[in-house]
């Protein structure tokens, strides 16, 4: 199935209400090549043009994965990769529509007030836990810092 031919492109109009949600929706830009006219104009030139932002978003998104298990910041570093693919690709441009969608559904769940009192409460039951634990060890075998250890 070809995703620039089906019904997933098609988006409400600005200021509209989406029905099963009653929040006001953005218009999305149209799924598909955001490359030149002139480039999409030759068959050749637009497949080149889609290996090179093939290959500039796959370094960008392996650098991401290795900045996961080394220093810097990986999911930025990914999400910039896929956000390069979604300049040309129409499935890197509908994974980052539906991260997008989830981002903010999870930052909407954030902000209500039972989620951050539970947040809260776990947080600071927590904090009273470690709390204990570090007493009962310095309790039981004090405060010996790294420098004053005889061997």
């Known amino acids: 199935m070809n995703a620039e031919s089906d019904e997933r492109g098609k988006v409400a109009g600005p200021g509209t209400k989406a029905a099963a949600t009653g929040d006001v929706t953005e ?3 149209p799924l598909g090549s955001r490359a030149p ?4 104009a030759r068959r050749t030139l637009h497949l080149s043009w889609q290996v090179g932002v093939f290959v500039v978003g796959l370094a960008v998104v392996g650098a991401g994965v ?4 080394l220093p810097g910041p990986g999911w930025v570093v990914i999400f910039g990769g896929m956000a390069i693919w979604a ?3 129409v499935w890197a441009q509908l994974v980052l529509r539906w991260t997008k969608r989830k981002v903010t559904e999870a930052a909407q769940k954030a902000l209500d007030p039972k989620v951050r009192r539970r947040n809260i409460i776990l947080t600071t039951v927590g904090l009273v ?5 570090v007493g009962i ?3 039981k075998y004090g405060l010996a810092l790294p420098w004053n250890i005889d061997r």
């Open 66 to 69: 290795a900045m996961l298990v």
């Open 129 to 133: 836990i470690v709390a204990v634990l």
């Open 27 to 29: 218009e999305e830009p």
């Open 87 to 89: 300049t040309e690709f």
């Open 37 to 40: 006219d002139f480039i999409k």
């Open 137 to 139: 060890y310095l309790w």
